[in-house]
């Protein structure tokens, strides 16, 4: 007897709730730094919300909601004594100067604060799905240092965090499922068990394009990446490339938010007045290693899946930009990540910026 079709319930962007829970923390003040220097390279706060209802219908699978808080930093002179930096990040940077570029023309932090949610396809069964990804809650705190010679720029992410019931999936999801009328999750006893995580990324990136026609009106520019990561979280190799083309381009080091050094994080010229806007296609590709939402828990039993050893997305999208705020909407198609998986994941993402 056919299995008779499911009703999707109606769906919020679940972990939107943290992004609110969060939006204090963008208001402290910034540091003692010059007019000068905050006038050329200011700091920049960061909102971004991912969802797969942005993907379309039947797409509630894999990663199925994020929100991210970032706090950019102006550029800086060194990570240890620079008054543009809050003390207790100077005081973190002493214990961290293996991860810290040097003689670069420009410099900058990035701290962010991130949860991400993992689900099976099937809400509605409270059991284990043994042939579907593990239900996955993580909570991840991570800072970035960026560097930048003329067109290339170094960027290293030190990762630290927790997956299991610490991270507070189940309740943020069903609670912003109950302000809209959506059904519980019901198979999140079935979760990753708490564990910590601590991982390195490092990417490389390379722009072409003529920047500073860019600046002025109609231009173009082409990003290529190349890194990888390591720790419990994930453990890949990855390349890519991003295009853009619009009317005033930044002179940044992309528009994708997934990226590390992308949307409004890397050390960038001065700040256009004015509209502008620009297109965007991106890639990736990686050779995964590990990654603990699908392989499970590092130390003990857990759920998990046959995941596949290379993985990647393309997405697309739109920026818009006016005076100190940014808006960027993405989408991305993935491949599948495990076997099994009986579609190609697919989600969006939208991005709001403003600099202070």
């Known amino acids: 007897m056919p299995t008779p079709a499911r009703t999707r319930p109606p769906r919020a962007p679940t972990a939107t709730l943290l992004l609110f829970l969060l939006f204090p923390a963008a208001a402290i003040a910034a540091p003692q730094c010059s007019s000068s220097r905050l006038s050329e390279t200011p700091p920049a706060v960061n909102f971004r919300v991912d969802n797969d209802l942005l993907g379309g219908e039947n797409q509630d699978q894999g990663y199925t909601n994020g929100a991210v808080i970032t706090l950019v930093s102006p550029n800086l002179a060194d990570y240890t004594d620079d008054p543009c930096l809050p003390r207790p990040a100077r005081w973190i940077n002493r214990y961290l100067e293996r991860l810290q570029p040097g003689g670069f023309e420009q410099q900058n932090m990035v701290f962010s604060l991130s949860q991400k949610l993992y689900t099976p396809t099937d809400y509605s069964r409270a059991d284990l799905i043994p042939d579907d990804r593990p239900y996955a809650a993580i909570l991840m705190v991570s800072f970035g240092y960026n560097a930048r010679n003329g067109d290339s720029l170094r960027t290293t992410q030190l990762q630290l965090g927790v997956v299991g019931p610490l991270a507070l999936g189940k309740q943020v999801q069903n609670a912003v499922h109950h302000v809209f009328d959506g059904e519980d999750f019901r198979g999140w006893d079935n979760q990753l068990e708490n564990e910590p995580l601590v991982g390195v990324v490092h990417e490389r990136m390379r722009r072409w394009g003529d920047s500073e026609g860019n600046a002025g009106g109609w231009g173009w520019d082409a990003i290529a990446h190349w890194g990888g990561a ?23 080091f992309g528009s994708t938010p997934l990226r590390p050094a992308g949307e409004n994080t890397a050390p960038s010229g001065a700040r256009l007045a004015g509209w502008s806007w620009h297109l965007f296609a991106t890639s990736d590709v990686r050779v995964v290693a ?3 939402t699908l392989d499970g828990n590092t130390f003990r039993d857990s759920h998990s899946v046959d995941r596949k050893p290379v993985v990647g997305e393309v997405g697309y999208g739109l920026a818009v930009t006016r005076g100190r705020w940014k808006f960027a909407l993405a989408r991305y198609h993935g491949a599948r990540e495990f076997e099994g998986q009986e579609e190609r994941p697919v989600f969006g993402s939208f991005t709001i910026s403003r600099m202070l």
């Open 230 to 252: 390591l720790g419990n979280r994930a453990t890949y190799a990855n390349t890519g490339m991003e295009v853009r083309w619009g009317w005033r381009l930044p002179d940044d």
């Open 290 to 292: 590990r990654d603990i």
